[in-house]
């Protein structure tokens, strides 16, 4: 644990806030390059065939265009899938741009135009004519869902569903009060705001560096030096600035790999920046249906839990993602029955999206559980007290921290949720139905394997680095923090150095993990720094130091002190001085305790309040207030977090009421590929947010007590929306996004 707190805890603006807002910041797209090509892909115009012949004569015609590329002239890649694996890969094969006449999903690039413009590059791929042998598509998943399979192979073992417990059928049989339903969720495009891009600085010693829109710059080298076959000494890849991502970024898109290619083909700079619409033919939140069946006493415990998803996938590879489980262990059941499928659809391979998995089975979940406490007669917040537990049943562990009760309690009484009347439609106010409804949300709480280096200079300047990425999260700010807090400075006397390959190894930022992982890194290396300067103070002539032991001194006020006498210290120039050093530099790796993962599972909770409006007769659903409360450990930066939450928070009520991919099934083409029909909450839909913080001591989850927060924020957000209008006009909807039209369609349950 962090022992102190001086500036971690503090509420520090983003130390890159000033580059970003001041147009400094420069995003992947935005690095030159003398003489630099353009490139831009044409994209198929069927979901899945063969392409017959492509016309490029118009397209060669076009002013500036230098070579357009197709399967047939592609150059040579590595073969074997193995290459193309990159770190967070699926099992199945990697997709391959260009690879050869089979066209597997709307929008694949089928060619790639480069030319001395970006004008000429997309002028001449918009006249590039594709005949396709096209084939039926299968597209929807209520459709295919009969043909659902188990995974074959688990893409991470906690994918797996928990073996049964007791006999949930008998059990829910036998209950008293039980619901079952059917519940749909729509897929989901990610929309950051920067777009895939890669700017490639071809040199002639053959050094490759290339600014990427990349979760992980690493992730990316590794990926194109397996592709093409590279050194790893000689390419170099940056996302010193990552405009949002929210998990699409986390794998190599074909942007990558296609301004590679070229710019080693033609031995020149390149650029691709793709656009809008081709964002909606990457990965997405896969469309989803659940079954959920919950049965309880008399009393609202819960007797039987049953949960059955089945999520999209491509042909290509079994995307999986954790959507189930947690019905096994949010609350206390002995009678349990997970099941998980995919269904392959002719569509590109899903991926992950903001607490993948989580959102979208917590969604079916937490409104089941509303359902049981209507059936049961309860009221919702009190049927979750009534069945908490203190311990992950799936995997039999106890749990490393849970102040779910103190989230329930100050969610609770922040809300007002005591003055809720229980009845649906009994909160009218004018032409609007008031709704309160609330949902608990759930996220693993992960660290993973990270380094870092720390280097302290002898005008007290300190600098730290590691292969992280900052994708919006407030990266860079909190390992400022955490190493001004060992060395007791200011937080502008700290550089942050992350977002380049060449820095101290580190994984792909999602999975909430980077907070816990790399900041855990930087507190070793930093730990190990002052470890060094004791050794040289403790050498010195008449040091006070002389038999201190690193556990008992720290920094303050610019010199090494025992922490029980701050008159007894050295100043560190004056150690540096001593010792005949400029600067010292230590570096640290850090993992999971593997032996307090046997015996523990961490995770963060939440509690989520939500009012609804609901316009009677015009069926529109305005979210206006919100409280989200947090338990999510130590929390580095509350205002950084808090903006986590906020986000997680606006990104829920999409998925409740906006964000919905919509495909014509007869082409199996997508349709509302633009912002302008792909909804996602605008200013106008989001009212008042309410971001609390109940602060847990957790010293197992990770070392400095962290527990991330990029997900959680968006878990139990759209049940909690779901049902607050079930509250407030009586209509069960269970199917997400919940638009006007079932707003208005659906019947006031009786
Ligand atoms: Mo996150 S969906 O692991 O970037």
């Known amino acids: 644990m962090l022992d102190r707190s001086r500036i971690v805890g503090l509420p520090i603006s983003r130390i890159d806030g000033p580059l970003k807002v001041t147009g400094q910041a420069r995003y992947a797209a935005e690095h030159f390059e003398p003489g630099m090509l353009f490139g831009h892909a044409a994209l198929a115009t069927v979901a899945t065939g063969r392409i017959i012949a492509l016309d490029v004569r118009a397209a060669e015609r076009v002013p500036g265009v230098v070579k357009i590329y197709t399967h047939e002239n592609r150059p040579k890649t590595a073969y074997r899938d193995s290459k193309w694996k990159d770190a967070v890969a699926l099992p199945g094969h990697p997709f391959r741009p260009l690879e050869n006449d089979r066209v597997l999903f709307d929008g694949q690039p089928v060619a790639f135009v480069v030319a001395e413009t970006p004008e000429a590059a997309r002028d001449a791929a918009a006249l590039i004519h594709a005949h396709y042998a096209a084939e039926r598509p299968h597209t929807d998943i209520l459709a295919e869902?009969?043909?659902?399979?188990?995974?074959?192979?688990?893409?991470?073992?906690?994918?797996?569903?928990?073996?049964?417990?007791?006999?949930?059928?008998?059990?829910?049989?036998?209950?008293?009060?039980?619901?079952?339903?059917?519940?749909?969720?729509?897929?989901?495009h990610h929309n950051p705001m920067e777009l895939f891009a890669a700017t490639v600085r071809f040199e002639d010693d053959g050094v490759l560096t290339i600014h990427d829109k990349t979760q992980g710059s690493q992730n990316s080298r590794d990926y194109v030096?397996?592709?093409?076959?590279?050194?790893?000494?000689?390419?170099?890849?940056?996302?010193?600035?990552?405009?949002?991502?929210?998990?699409?970024?986390?794998?190599?898109?074909?942007?990558?790999?296609?301004?590679?290619?070229?710019?080693?083909?033609?031995?020149?700079?390149?650029?691709?920046?793709?656009?809008?619409?081709?964002?909606f033919y990457l990965s997405w939140r896969p469309s989803c249906v659940q079954t959920v069946s919950l049965a309880a006493d008399a009393d609202g415990r819960l007797q039987a839990v049953l949960h059955h998803a089945v999520h999209a996938t491509s042909r290509h590879e079994?995307?999986?993602?954790?959507?189930?489980?947690?019905?096994?262990?949010?609350?206390?059941?002995?009678?349990?029955?997970?099941?998980?499928?995919?269904?392959?659809?002719?569509?590109?391979?899903?991926?992950?999206?903001?607490?993948?998995?989580?959102?979208?089975?917590?969604?079916?979940?937490?409104?089941?559980?509303?359902?049981?406490?209507?059936?049961?007669?309860?009221?919702?917040?009190?049927?979750?007290?009534?069945?908490?537990?203190?311990?992950?049943?799936?995997?039999?562990k106890a749990i490393t921290?849970?102040?779910?009760?103190?989230?329930?309690?100050?969610?609770?009484?922040?809300?007002?949720?005591?003055?809720r009347s229980p009845e649906p439609r009994s909160m009218r106010e004018g032409n609007d139905l008031v709704g309160w409804g609330m949902a608990g949300g759930i996220w693993e709480a992960m660290m993973s394997k990270g380094e870092a280096k720390v280097r302290l200079s002898s005008d007290g300047k300190v600098r730290v680095s590691a292969a992280a990425s900052d994708i919006g999260t407030g990266t860079y700010t909190i390992l400022g923090q955490i190493a001004a807090e060992t060395f007791d400075c200011p937080i502008d006397a700290v550089t942050v150095d992350i977002g380049s390959s060449d820095l101290p190894k580190t994984g792909v930022e999602g999975g909430s993990w980077t907070a816990a992982t790399t900041g855990s890194a930087v507190q070793a290396a930093a730990k190990a720094v002052v470890k060094t300067l004791l050794r040289h103070a403790a050498s010195m002539e008449n040091s006070p130091l002389a038999e201190a032991s690193e556990e008992h001194v720290e920094?303050?006020?610019?010199?090494?002190?025992?922490?029980?006498?701050?008159?007894?210290?050295?100043?560190?120039?004056?150690?540096m001085a001593a010792a005949g050093l400029d600067t010292i530099e230590e570096h640290a790796k850090v993992g999971p305790d593997m032996l307090s993962m046997m015996r523990y599972a961490a995770y963060s909770h939440s509690a989520v309040f939500v009012e609804v409006r609901v316009d009677e007769e015009l069926g529109v659903v305005r979210v206006t207030r919100v409280v989200s409360a947090i338990a999510a450990g130590r929390i580095l930066n509350p205002k950084t977090a808090r903006s986590q939450i906020l986000g997680g928070v606006v990104m829920g009520i999409g998925m409740a009421l906006h964000e919905e991919g919509m495909i014509d099934h007869r082409t199996g083409r997508i349709m509302n590929h633009n912002l302008a029909e792909y909804h996602v909450p605008a200013h106008a839909d989001i009212h008042d947010i309410d971001v609390i913080f109940v602060e847990e001591d957790d010293d197992k989850a990770?070392?400095?007590?962290?527990?991330?927060?990029?997900?959680?924020?968006?878990?139990?957000?759209?049940?909690?929306?779901?049902?607050?209008?079930?509250?407030?006009?009586?209509?069960?909807?269970?199917?997400?996004?919940?638009?006007?039209?079932?707003?208005?369609?659906?019947?006031?349950?009786q």
Not at 226 to 249: M, T, Y
Not at 413 to 418: C, E
Not at 557 to 573: P, T
Request: proline content about 5%.
């Open 401 to 419: 921290s849970k102040a779910l009760h103190a989230c329930y309690r100050e969610g609770a009484a922040r809300f007002g949720w005591s003055e």
């Open 145 to 188: 869902r009969h043909d659902s399979y188990e995974p074959p192979v688990a893409r991470m073992k906690q994918l797996l569903p928990p073996p049964p417990r007791g006999d949930a059928e008998a059990a829910f049989a036998a209950a008293p009060h039980k619901i079952s339903a059917d519940y749909l969720l729509s897929g989901e």
């Open 225 to 279: 030096c397996g592709v093409f076959g590279l050194d790893p000494d000689k390419v170099i890849v940056k996302n010193d600035f990552v405009g949002g991502a929210f998990g699409q970024a986390l794998r190599p898109k074909h942007h990558l790999f296609l301004a590679v290619m070229a710019s080693l083909d033609l031995s020149r700079s390149m650029k691709v920046e793709i656009t809008r619409r081709e964002m």
């Open 318 to 396: 079994d995307y999986q993602e954790n959507v189930a489980n947690w019905s096994g262990l949010a609350y206390k059941c002995d009678n349990v029955k997970i099941s998980y499928e995919l269904v392959k659809l002719d569509l590109a391979t899903p991926g992950d999206m903001r607490a993948p998995g989580a959102a979208s089975g917590i969604a079916a979940l937490e409104t089941a559980m509303d359902e049981l406490a209507h059936e049961v007669g309860i009221d919702p917040l009190e049927l979750r007290v009534r069945n908490f537990v203190h311990r992950d049943q799936n995997q039999d």
């Open 555 to 575: 920094i303050a006020d610019g010199r090494l002190v025992l922490e029980s006498n701050h008159q007894a210290g050295i100043a560190l120039a004056d150690i």
């Open 702 to 749: 990770s070392p400095i007590g962290v527990k991330g927060l990029g997900e959680t924020g968006i878990v139990g957000v759209a049940a909690a929306v779901s049902n607050a209008i079930f509250h407030a006009t009586g209509k069960r909807i269970r199917d997400l996004p919940i638009t006007i039209d079932k707003v208005l369609e659906s019947e006031v349950v």
